[in-house]
C-alpha cells in the first residue's frame, strides 16, 4: 500500500494538505473525491518496507496504544460511530505521530475503509493479533468489547515484560560493573605492580604471569580488543534477527540453567494462552487464532510447535491431543485445555492458564533474583580478588627467601 502527499481543494474553497493512504494514485484521486477534496498534487512518498521512510525510527509506545484502545471501546460502547470516536482521539492522544496514525484511519474509514482494513495499513503500529480481532468483533457486532479485550491484552504483555526488564536490570549492571572494574584494573594498577616487579627482577608465579600478560594484551592491542568486542557483539545481534538466529538462540534461551529456561518457558506458556483465549473469545476461528497465537508467542520453538497443532486440528483432531503429544507444553496446560474442549469453556480455561502462569513467573523471578544477587557479588569479588591475590604472590614470594 502506497503512501501519497496530497494538497486539495474542499467544497468551502480552503485548500487542505496531508497524507493518504492508496494502492495506486487514481484510487488516492478517488478517496479524495469521496472526502469531498479536489486533487490539486499527489505525490508518492519513498517507501522502506511497509511504514516508509518517514516512519522508520518512530514508535508507539504500548501504554498509548492501550489507552486508545480502552478509550475507543468506551467510545463506541457509548453510541459514537467510528469516525467520531477517531476525532476525538485524535485530538486527545498526546503522542504526535499516533495523532497523525489516527487521523490516517480517521480518512480511511470516511473514504469508506473498514477499521480493520485501515489498521492494517499500519503493521508497525498495530500487530496481526490486533487487526484480526478487531475484524472479528466487526463481523460479529461487538467491536466495543473486543477493543476492550485488545487493551486488556496489551497490558498484561507489557506487565509481563515489565517483570521480565526489572529481573534482568539488577545482574545486567553488575555484570557492566564488573567488566569496567576488571579492565580499570588490567590497564591502570597491574601496570604499576609490573614496574615493581621488573626493578626485583626473578620468576614471577604462574597466577601473576597470566594477569600479566592479560594487562600487556589489553593495554598494547586495545584498539583491536574494544572494536573486537562491539563488532562481536553487534554480529550476535545482527544473527539473532535471521531466521536461523532466532531458532538457535530460542532454543538456547529454554536451556539456560539456573532456572532460567524455566522462566522463559512460563513467560512464553502466559503468552500463548491469554493470546488465545483473547482471540477464542473475539470469535477469531481456531486455526488462524493458532496460527496468529504461533507467531505472537515469542519463541520459535513453540510457534513449530503451534504449527503442527495446527496442522492436525485442521483434520479434525482436537486441540489438546497434539498438546499432550509434544513435550514443550507442561501437562497442566494440554488437561486444561482437553477440559476447556470438553465443557465448552476453552476460553476460560485458557484465561486461567495465562493467570496461572504469569503467577509462576512473578514467583520465579523472585527466586531466580535472589540467587543471581549473591551469585553477581560472588563473581565481582572473585574478579577483584584473583588480580590482588596475584599481585601480591611475588611479595610473598619475596618474604619468604628474606626468611
Known amino acids: 500500500m502506497a503512501a501519497f502527499a496530497y494538497s486539495a481543494i474542499a467544497a468551502d474553497g480552503l485548500a487542505q494538505a496531508g497524507e493518504i493512504h492508496a494502492p495506486t494514485r487514481d484510487a488516492a484521486r478517488e478517496q479524495l473525491r469521496i472526502r469531498g477534496l479536489l486533487a490539486e498534487r499527489l505525490e508518492e512518498l519513498p517507501a522502506s518496507g511497509e511504514e516508509g521512510v ?42 504526535a505521530y499516533f495523532a497523525s496514525v489516527v487521523k490516517e484511519l ?69 555484570l557492566i560493573f564488573a567488566t569496567l572494574v576488571l579492565t580499570g584494573l588490567l590497564m591502570f594498577l597491574v601496570p604499576v605492580f609490573v614496574k615493581i616487579f621488573g626493578q626485583l627482577g626473578g620468576k614471577l608465579p604462574t597466577l601473576t604471569q597470566y594477569v600479566v600478560n592479560a594487562s600487556n594484551v589489553l ?40 532456572k532460567i529456561g524455566d522462566v522463559v518457558l512460563k513467560v512464553t506458556m502466559a503468552r500463548f494462552s491469554r493470546t488465545l483465549s483473547t482471540l477464542v473469545a473475539a470469535g477469531v476461528d481456531i486455526i488462524k487464532a493458532l496460527e496468529i497465537t504461533g507467531q505472537t508467542a515469542g519463541n520459535w520453538v513453540v510457534e513449530d510447535a503451534l504449527a503442527g497443532v495446527r496442522s492436525k486440528v485442521h483434520q479434525g483432531i482436537p486441540i489438546a491431543q497434539p498438546l499432550i503429544e509434544n513435550d514443550i507444553f507442561p501437562p497442566m496446560v494440554s488437561q486444561m485445555v482437553k477440559i476447556g474442549e ?21 514467583s520465579a523471578i523472585s527466586t531466580l533474583t535472589s540467587i543471581i544477587e549473591p551469585l553477581m557479588m560472588i563473581l565481582v569479588g572473585a574478579m577483584v580478588g584473583v588480580i590482588v591475590i596475584s599481585m601480591y604472590l611475588p611479595m610473598f614470594k619475596m618474604l619468604s627467601l628474606v626468611k
Request: hydrophobic share 45%; net charge positive; no cysteine.
Open 54 to 95: 518517514r516512519t522508520a525510527f518512530k514508535k508507539v509506545k504500548p501504554k498509548t496504544l492501550q489507552i486508545f484502545s480502552r478509550q475507543f471501546a468506551t467510545m463506541i460502547e457509548a453510541g459514537l460511530n467510528v469516525v467520531s470516536s477517531l476525532v476525538i482521539l485524535e485530538e486527545q492522544t498526546d503522542d
Open 342 to 362: 470438553e465443557t465448552g469453556e476453552l476460553e476460560k480455561m485458557l484465561s486461567k492458564i495465562a493467570d496461572f502462569y504469569e503467577d509462576e513467573v512473578d
Open 219 to 258: 593495554r598494547n592491542d586495545w584498539y583491536i580488543i574494544f572494536p573486537l568486542v562491539f563488532l562481536t557483539i553487534w554480529g550476535v545481534r545482527r544473527f539473532k534477527r535471521t531466521e536461523q538466529g532466532r531458532q538457535l538462540w530460542d532454543r538456547i534461551k529454554l536451556k539456560i540453567p539456573m
Open 106 to 174: 480517521r480518512a480511511d474509514v470516511e473514504g469508506g475503509l473498514l477499521l480493520s482494513q485501515a489498521l492494517g495499513r499500519h503493521p508497525k503500529i498495530f500487530s496481526r493479533l490486533y487487526v484480526s480481532m478487531v475484524e472479528a468483533g466487526e463481523a460479529a457486532g461487538i467491536l466495543d468489547q473486543v477493543l476492550d479485550r485488545v487493551a486488556f491484552q496489551i497490558e498484561k504483555d507489557t506487565q509481563i515484560k515489565r517483570r521480565v526488564k526489572g529481573a534482568m536490570m539488577y545482574p545486567t549492571m553488575v
